[in-house]
């Protein structure tokens, strides 16, 4: 008897026992990781100091997109293809403890990925992101960085041929279809919200002052866009932390308390289609 479980310790790798924590370590060195990239700097004319990128901003609108900061480092992703055990624990450090920069668009939901090249270069490139990864991954992401892109009867005209309520009843699909998955993840623990109006980013680039294009009635436009748009995510519930940019206070401080409330809370109905 005390021979056969000596043979069955023999059959077990010596990775597997090690303890659980242990292993993750070792996978952590192997696989691929997001970080955030170190913010650019300018020197002004005379050379003695050196200004952030981030603080060449407008109201608060800064010139890049949130989420788009976040580099990965190459990897292994071999690892997934080991033995079951180790995809399914690798899977988890992969698409669980890694930030996933979301573009919502008009017309589809993609993953902005950034990688650093061993010449120290970050090109990017962007998938569409239900369709790239498989149902199982998408469910095991955690944090997020989502970019909301509302379209005006411009842009919309001149890039989709599109216009009237339909521009944002399309971005408010993509949406619809990004809540869902989200309120299926089990532990969400960072979600990142922002949106960005056409005019806001236009604006914002060439530090005009938003005083003639951003007024009164065209806040309240914006405000009611950014409602219908973002009302599917009051399915959402129990995310760690949330952060949102371009809304009003009131309208963050709504979707943040509906969001971080416990899943045993009935959602709301809102974001039903």
Not at 50 to 63: C, P, S, V
Request: glycine letters at 6%; a positive charge.
């Amino acid at each position: 008897m005390s021979a056969s479980v000596v043979r069955s310790d023999a059959g077990i790798s010596p990775l597997f026992r090690l303890p659980p924590e242990i292993r993750r370590i070792i996978y952590a060195f192997a696989l691929p990781f997001a970080t955030i990239a170190p913010e650019r700097k300018i020197a002004n004319t005379d050379g003695n100091r050196e200004i952030d990128w981030a603080a060449l901003q407008n109201n608060g609108q800064i010139r890049y997109r949130r989420g788009h900061d976040v580099v990965w480092t190459r990897g292994c992703t071999a690892l997934l293809a080991v033995s079951k055990q180790i995809h399914e624990e690798t899977a988890a450090i992969l698409y669980g403890d890694n930030t996933f920069t979301i573009d919502i668009k008009f017309d589809a939901i993609k993953f902005h990925l950034r990688w650093r090249t061993a010449q120290d270069l970050t090109p990017s490139r962007t998938y569409l992101f239900l369709e790239h990864f498989s149902q199982r991954n998408l469910l095991r992401i955690r944090h997020y960085v989502v970019n909301v892109e509302p379209v005006d009867e411009y842009m919309g005209m001149i890039k989709y041929n599109y216009g009237g309520q339909g521009l944002v009843a399309g971005v408010r699909t993509q949406m619809s279809q990004l809540a869902r998955l989200m309120a299926g993840v089990e532990a969400l623990q960072a979600v990142n919200i922002n949106v960005w109006h056409s005019a806001c980013g236009i604006i914002t680039v060439f530090n005009r002052t938003p005083s003639e294009s951003r007024t009164a009635i065209r806040k309240e436009k914006e405000e009611a866009q950014a409602r219908t748009i973002l009302a599917p995510l009051a399915c959402v519930r129990g995310v760690r932390t949330v952060e949102m940019t371009g809304l009003s206070d009131q309208h963050m401080e709504e979707l943040r308390t509906m969001m971080t409330a416990p899943k045993s809370e009935p959602a709301s109905n809102d974001g039903k289609n």
